[in-house]
């Protein structure tokens, strides 16, 4: 069984319109992310959320809104797609919550996101 | 504040020979380092960390990295690559529930 899963795994969609990416981890963990990994690779942290409560939120746009139904699952909403939005979004999950400097983290496979 | 250099971007070795991959961090607080795997279209994997301890961290698929405080360093090392190794490799520390990544390393192992 997969430990964190997201749907879909590519992503194609035009300028400005919505759209929603889905992680879900059954790993029983209380901490879930977001990644972004840009065109050069470089991967840098959107959000943490612990337990259903964001605790990290990196300068990311507005139109940017993570979304935790349970502490299994973590959305990730994008509003009005920018061509710059282009890239692999990583949802990664961990056992400790925040304030913990020990933070072995788990990845799932990535979102590659196309905006034309 | 914490941040990670990987010093090469690239590094291309031939098949069995060794390869280190270099990775500095500067830090005013004590740190739990990491180095992630990334195979081509996949997710990251961890290959190793160190919290702790022995400064010698022996991780999977062959891979070591030694911690040195004095020198700020936490390179990565494999005495015989192969063809499979490649992959893009990350060094990362941990603060405050969050990774904060080096720019990746591409290691490219050739026959």
């Known amino acids: 069984d997969t430990a964190v899963s997201q749907t879909p795994k590519y992503l194609v969609t035009q300028m400005g319109n919505d759209k929603s990416i889905k992680c879900e981890q059954n790993?029983?963990?209380?901490?879930m992310y977001w990644y972004k990994q840009d065109s050069k690779k470089f991967l840098k942290i959107m959000f943490s959320?612990?337990?259903?409560?964001?605790?990290i939120n990196e300068t990311v746009p507005n139109r940017f809104s993570p979304k935790s139904p349970d502490k299994a699952h973590l959305n990730l909403h994008i509003n009005s797609l920018e061509l710059g939005d282009s890239a692999v979004y990583f949802c990664?999950?961990?056992?400790?919550?925040?304030?913990?400097?020990?933070?072995?983290?788990?990845f799932g496979p990535g979102t590659r996101l196309t905006v034309l | 504040a914490q941040s990670v250099t990987q010093l090469d971007s690239q590094v291309p070795v031939f098949e069995e020979a060794p390869v280190e991959l270099r990775c500095n961090y500067s830090?005013?607080?004590?740190?739990?380092l990491f180095w992630y795997v990334q195979y081509p279209n996949q997710g990251l994997q961890l290959l190793l960390k160190?919290?702790?301890?022995?400064?010698l961290v022996k991780g999977i698929n062959g891979f070591e990295a030694e911690f040195n405080k004095s020198q700020t360093s936490f390179h990565l090392r494999k005495p015989s690559v192969h063809i499979s190794d490649t992959a893009e490799y990350f060094c990362?520390?941990?603060?405050?529930?969050?990774?904060?990544f080096g720019q990746g390393t591409e290691l490219s192992v050739k026959p």
């Open positions: 990664a999950s961990s056992r400790l919550g925040q304030g913990a400097s020990y933070n072995e983290q788990f």
């Open positions: 790993l029983g963990h209380d901490t």
């Open positions: 830090s005013s607080v004590s740190v739990y």
């Open positions: 990362a520390v941990s603060l405050g529930g969050k990774l904060i």
């Open positions: 959320y612990n337990n259903k409560e964001l605790i």
């Open positions: 160190y919290l702790s301890g022995s400064t």
